[in-house]
């Protein structure tokens, strides 16, 4: 469902593991209990401007994003009205952020910042929140990632790499947390391996949470994710994925299934999912102009009686 990929050079970031999976599983469907609509325009110069309305049971939301890309920089500004309910009062919120980042990967060896700016803090009307990051390249067989997130509520740093070659990488990630209220830090280690080949997609990554009782993240335990997906053809137009997570402190695990169709002509494009909690959701994307697409997205939950959400979007582009 998305537009031919420049062939890779270089091993995957570690947070690009299972990028395909998650892209085919996930990206494009209505959110769980949620009602949306969504607006968005593009413009010859690089802009472009969304607006979205959603409600769920916890109340509703508006927010407006923009985003402009030239040459190597992106600056992307967004603004979210919400409105939570409770048993008895309504409570208003609402928060902008602004992202600044280098749109182009070079070469290696080279470096891609991006700063994003947040505002309010949760909970502290009068804080800012930034967030850095730095991907690296400092080899055509190595790519390093460091991350800092700095709200006054617990702040997290991590970094990650990654070698191989654009067909198998190996990757690891440590990331330190500083909760503000419990004190004291929590430590999360990620390992996997990415295989990228023409016909198939597959990670597996490993997760493991070292914290103390009490502080947060304790509950959260040792995950094992394995995702795999399979193309059908040269092109793409048709592939089936599966990702299976499973904790393992208490054995529980998840499991979602799905696939995906794109026309010949790229003008209309099918996808669908089913998890292992009974939850069905289909997507379905047709180019109505030459610029002009609909996105049409539902939700049903075979374990209620109630019918299927529905969600809608329309992206109008600019001519060619």
Same mark, same amino acid.
């Given at each position: +469902?998305?537009?031919?990929?420049? @062939?890779?050079?270089?091993?995957?970031?570690?947070?690009?593991?299972?990028?395909?999976? %998650?892209?085919?599983? %996930?990206?494009?469907?209505?959110?769980?209990? %949620?009602?949306?609509?969504?607006? *968005?325009?593009?413009?010859?110069?690089?802009?472009?401007?969304?607006?979205?309305?959603?409600?769920?049971?916890?109340?509703?939301?508006?927010?407006?994003?923009?985003?402009?890309?030239?040459?190597?920089?992106?600056?992307?500004?967004?603004?979210?009205?919400?409105?939570?309910?409770?048993?008895? #009062?309504? =409570?208003?919120?609402?928060?902008?952020?602004? &992202?600044?980042?280098?749109?182009?990967?070079?070469? @290696?060896?080279?470096? &891609?910042?991006? /700063? *994003?700016?947040?505002?309010?803090?949760?909970?502290?009307?009068?804080?800012?929140?930034?967030?850095?990051?730095?991907?690296?390249? $400092?080899? %055509?067989?190595?790519?390093?990632?460091?991350?800092?997130?700095?709200?006054?509520?617990?702040?997290?740093?991590?970094?990650?790499?990654?070698?191989?070659? $654009?067909?198998?990488?190996?990757? +690891?990630?440590? +990331?330190?947390?500083?909760?503000?209220?419990?004190?004291? #830090?929590?430590?999360?280690?990620?390992?996997?391996?990415?295989?990228?080949?023409?016909?198939?997609?597959?990670? /597996?990554?490993?997760?493991?949470?070292?914290?103390?009782?009490?502080?947060?993240?304790?509950?959260?335990? #040792?995950?094992?994710?394995?995702?795999?997906?399979?193309? +059908?053809?040269?092109?793409?137009?048709?592939?089936?994925?599966?990702?299976?997570?499973?904790?393992?402190?208490?054995?529980?695990?998840?499991?979602?299934?799905?696939?995906?169709?794109?026309?010949?002509?790229?003008?209309?494009?099918?996808?669908?999912? =089913?998890?292992?909690?009974?939850?069905?959701?289909?997507?379905?994307?047709?180019?109505? #102009?030459?610029?002009?697409?609909?996105?049409?997205?539902?939700?049903?939950?075979?374990?209620?009686?109630?019918?299927?959400?529905?969600?809608?979007?329309?992206?109008?582009?600019?001519?060619?």
């Amino acid at each position: +469902m998305e537009k031919k990929k420049t @062939p890779r050079t270089r091993p995957l970031f570690f947070q690009e593991f299972g990028q395909e999976a %998650r892209d085919l599983l %996930r990206k494009g469907y209505l959110r769980q209990n %949620r009602k949306l609509i969504k607006v *968005s325009t593009c413009s010859t110069d690089g802009l472009t401007i969304e607006s979205s309305l959603f409600e769920n049971r916890s109340g509703s939301a508006s927010a407006i994003r923009a985003v402009y890309d030239e040459k190597d920089k992106s600056i992307a500004a967004h603004f979210r009205s919400t409105r939570l309910k409770d048993v008895d #009062h309504m =409570f208003d919120d609402s928060e902008i952020s602004v &992202r600044v980042a280098k749109a182009r990967e070079s070469p @290696p060896p080279s470096a &891609r910042p991006e /700063i *994003s700016l947040y505002y309010p803090e949760y909970q502290d009307s009068g804080t800012f929140v930034t967030n850095l990051k730095l991907w690296c390249l $400092p080899h %055509r067989n190595a790519a390093v990632t460091f991350f800092a997130d700095m709200p006054k509520i617990c702040r997290k740093y991590s970094m990650s790499a990654s070698i191989g070659t $654009p067909g198998i990488a190996f990757g +690891m990630q440590g +990331m330190l947390g500083l909760p503000f209220i419990s004190g004291g #830090h929590f430590t999360v280690w990620d390992a996997g391996i990415q295989v990228t080949k023409s016909a198939c997609d597959a990670s /597996i990554t490993l997760r493991l949470c070292c914290t103390k009782k009490g502080q947060i993240g304790y509950n959260k335990g #040792h995950w094992l994710e394995a995702s795999y997906v399979h193309y +059908m053809d040269e092109a793409k137009k048709i592939s089936a994925g599966v990702k299976m997570t499973l904790n393992l402190r208490t054995g529980r695990g998840r499991s979602t299934i799905g696939g995906s169709w794109v026309g010949e002509d790229d003008r209309t494009a099918v996808k669908a999912r =089913f998890d292992n909690r009974g939850i069905l959701k289909a997507l379905l994307r047709h180019d109505i #102009h030459d610029n002009a697409r609909l996105s049409i997205s539902s939700e049903y939950d075979v374990g209620e009686a109630s019918g299927p959400r529905f969600g809608l979007a329309l992206v109008l582009k600019p001519k060619n």
